[in-house]
């Protein structure tokens, strides 16, 4: 399989609230991931990545870490802000055998954060 | 700036008149791609291309071309519009191992 999966939204959440949205993929090596973040009306931009197992990306306060034996790659932020609303989503790039791969999203989850 | 540019920003028309979307990145960049967003179906690769003259069909090519005749431009061709391609559509690039993906600020088209 070459799949991304997110958990489905939309998700609401009050300010300083904490934040996990679910990212497992399928592939049959190690591939690169990805979260990426679109803000309304823009165009989706790279938030953080992970290149190997049990590596952890962070940026912004938002983490994420590499899980090889669970095939997973989960966001987190310990307290979310009203700038934080958005749709994230999930990739994922290469672990097929077939060889240089484009990148594959997820179906992206809308976060909703309120005062 | 680095930057993807895409145009128009939106774009109405009606069904079976040819349009085309340009996307120019400064980049450099040898990869570029087309996406088309739609609600519940997250993001869709239309076409791709690794560099000048080399492009690929990604999960959803039909109905659309492309061409890559220079490094810095990858238009999207709708020969014959129809309703179900009314659609979010975005650009993107990156340059050789670099695996971000620099995005352009969307086309918002409807085919009435």
């Known amino acids: 399989g070459n799949s991304v999966t997110q958990m489905e939204g939309p998700v609401t959440l009050s300010e300083e609230a904490f934040l996990t949205i679910n990212c497992t993929y399928t592939?049959?090596?190690?591939?690169?991931l990805f979260w990426y973040v679109q803000y309304p009306g823009e165009g989706l931009q790279l938030l953080l990545k992970?290149?190997?197992?049990?590596d952890k990306g962070s940026n912004k306060g938002f983490e994420a870490t590499y899980r090889k034996e669970t095939t997973s790659f989960h966001l987190e932020k310990g307290s979310v802000q009203v700038s934080d609303s958005a749709v994230y989503f999930c990739?994922?790039?290469?672990?097929?055998?077939?060889?240089?791969?484009?990148?594959?999203f997820g179906k992206g989850t809308r976060l909703s954060v309120i005062a | 700036e680095a930057q993807v540019t895409q145009n128009p920003r939106y774009l109405i028309t009606v069904t079976g008149k040819k349009l085309t979307v340009t996307c120019s990145q400064n980049?450099?960049?040898?990869?570029m791609s087309w996406y088309r967003q739609d609600p519940g179906l997250g993001l869709r690769q239309i076409y791709y291309?690794?560099?000048?003259?080399?492009?690929d069909k990604g999960d959803v090519p039909e109905g659309y071309k492309v061409s890559r005749k220079e490094k810095r431009n990858f238009p999207l061709i709708l020969e014959s519009p129809s309703p179900n391609q009314t659609s979010l559509y975005f650009c993107?690039?990156?340059?050789?191992?670099?695996?971000?993906?620099?995005f352009g600020s969307g086309t918002q088209l409807s085919v009435l």
């Open positions: 993107a690039s990156s340059g050789g191992t670099n695996e971000k993906l620099f």
């Open positions: 980049m450099n960049h040898e990869y």
């Open positions: 291309s690794m560099n000048v003259e080399v492009t």
């Open positions: 592939a049959t090596g190690y591939p690169s």
């Open positions: 992970a290149t190997k197992a049990d």
């Open positions: 990739a994922k790039k290469g672990g097929v055998r077939s060889g240089n791969t484009p990148l594959v």
